[in-house]
């Protein structure tokens, strides 16, 4: 047993029940869900991806999910703590500490997107980003400046103050404004979208089935972002879980946090392409769908400059409950590992994430000596920390549960036959497919 003194749970700052869903959601649904997934599922076969990405959630997205989340209430400490803990192992420890760097990883380049997300909410409630219908240009010219930088730290600022005020007054405080407002404009963007002329055209694109694109590739893809959407692999679900309750059901929970996720996904979709569609603008993808093909369509609609603020807002929103559950992977293994109290340990690792991400954010404009092998420097973090890190994470917790840690079924609580699936999953098919997504995303298999 590690000291208690090192241990969460003594400090007391737990989540209420309903405030740990709230911030599970808030970090699943992200940046991933408004630009990637949409844009996957159109180019990957329509409702047949949904559908696929529907399978990869259940098989291996929810299992490992309930891995993580019992981890970490089990183990009661960090990403790294908490393995070794429950194995008893000090090795385990290191394989915490390479999910705790992928949250550190991702965090200094998914902040300088939500500074993105910033900056463009306030150019469009101004009316300045329509002043200009060059919005390629616009986009290029903005991140050859130092104002992403400026932005970044924003970003950061505001995650380090919720990582600052602790777990129940700040994580769940802010998950509990922020996550119904995202719904809100969720909901109002979406009736927006869909009441347009031409919404059809683009729903019919998003969610016409395709089984004829569906290939090797396809599920991969689906498998990689049904991981990256349920924020796996990084420590993230491994530490929220650490500040669970004990009486609280994680079975429920992990299908809570699920069923969040996707519908919060299926209805960015039902935003994006009718908007997209309507104006008879290519969806495009990644940063050009959301910064460049959405202000054309806000530019061309009534009141664009209302409904694209808005937008914004609602990715600023999704970004930073993400943001502050990726923060506090690294926070929380500090304090332990260095015996540091909270604030100090979120200065010194939130300034330090910002330093790193500074030439994330320069690296998309015009600074080529941050470009290596064809690469910027933000995307080969997002390279490693996404492709490479995330599902390595992912395998260990499969390994983790599945034959190491002979007593998580009893902290998982699940009834005899949920307790069979889940680990027969965990066990057989989950590492299997995880592995197949590493040798995929990191380069090393072709289909
Ligand atoms: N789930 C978030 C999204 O879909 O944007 C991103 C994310 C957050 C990934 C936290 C990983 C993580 F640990």
Redesign the pocket.
């Given at each position: 047993h590690e000291p208690a003194k090192q241990d969460q749970a003594s400090s007391g700052d737990n989540f209420s029940r309903g405030g740990f869903i709230l911030a599970a959601i808030g970090?699943?649904?992200?940046?991933?869900?408004l630009w990637?997934f949409p844009y996957i599922t159109g180019m990957y076969g329509g409702a047949a991806f949904f559908l696929l990405f529907i399978i990869c959630l259940l098989l291996v997205g929810l299992p490992i999910l309930l891995g993580e989340l019992v981890i970490g209430r089990g183990g009661r400490g960090s990403a790294a703590s908490s393995l070794v803990r429950l194995s008893g192992k000090k090795a385990w420890g290191g394989f915490g500490v390479i999910s705790i760097a992928?949250?550190f990883f991702?965090l200094s380049f998914?902040g300088v997107v939500a500074g993105w997300a910033m900056h463009y909410m306030i150019l469009s409630f101004s009316g300045e980003l329509f002043s200009n219908s060059d919005f390629a240009g616009q986009f290029a010219g903005f991140n050859a400046s130092w104002l992403p930088v400026l932005w970044q730290f924003v970003a950061m600022f505001l995650t380090a103050f919720v990582i600052y005020k602790g777990v129940s007054s700040g994580i769940e405080k802010f998950n509990k404004i922020f996550l119904p407002a995202l719904v809100v404009l969720l909901v109002l963007l979406m009736i927006r979208a869909l009441t347009m002329d031409g919404a059809a055209e683009g729903v019919s694109f998003f969610l016409r089935p395709d089984f004829s694109k569906l290939t090797g590739e396809s599920v991969l893809v689906a498998l990689g972002h049904a991981f990256?959407?349920?924020?796996?692999?990084?420590?993230?679900m491994i530490t929220y879980g650490a500040y669970v309750d004990k009486r609280q059901s994680l079975g429920t929970a992990t299908l809570a946090i699920g069923g969040g996720?996707l519908l919060y996904a299926l209805m960015a979709g039902l935003i994006i392409f009718p908007i997209t569609f309507s104006f008879g603008i290519e969806p495009g993808q990644g940063p050009s769908l959301v910064f460049i093909a959405l202000p054309a369509a806000f530019e061309a609609m009534p009141a664009g400059w209302l409904f694209g603020g808005l937008f914004f807002m609602m990715l600023t929103f999704?970004?930073l409950t993400?943001t502050v559950?990726?923060l506090e992977?690294p926070v929380a293994y500090i304090q332990e590992k260095l015996g540091w109290g909270r604030k100090l340990t979120t200065v010194v690792v939130g300034t330090l994430c910002f330093l790193i991400g500074v030439p994330s954010a320069l690296s998309i404009g015009q600074y080529d000596w941050l470009t290596f092998g064809g690469k910027a420097f933000f995307d080969w973090m997002d390279f490693i920390a996404s492709n490479i890190i995330?599902p390595v994470g992912g395998f260990i917790v499969t390994i983790f549960v599945g034959y190491v840690w002979q007593q998580a079924g009893e902290e998982a609580g699940l009834t005899a036959a949920w307790f069979k699936l889940w680990i027969f999953m965990v066990r057989y098919v989950a590492p299997v497919l995880v592995l197949a997504v590493f040798l995929y995303t990191s380069g090393l298999l072709e289909l």
């Open positions: 970090s699943a649904v992200g940046l991933g869900n990637k992928g949250s991702i998914y990256f959407s349920l924020s796996l692999g990084m420590g993230t996720d999704a970004a993400s559950s990726l992977v995330l």
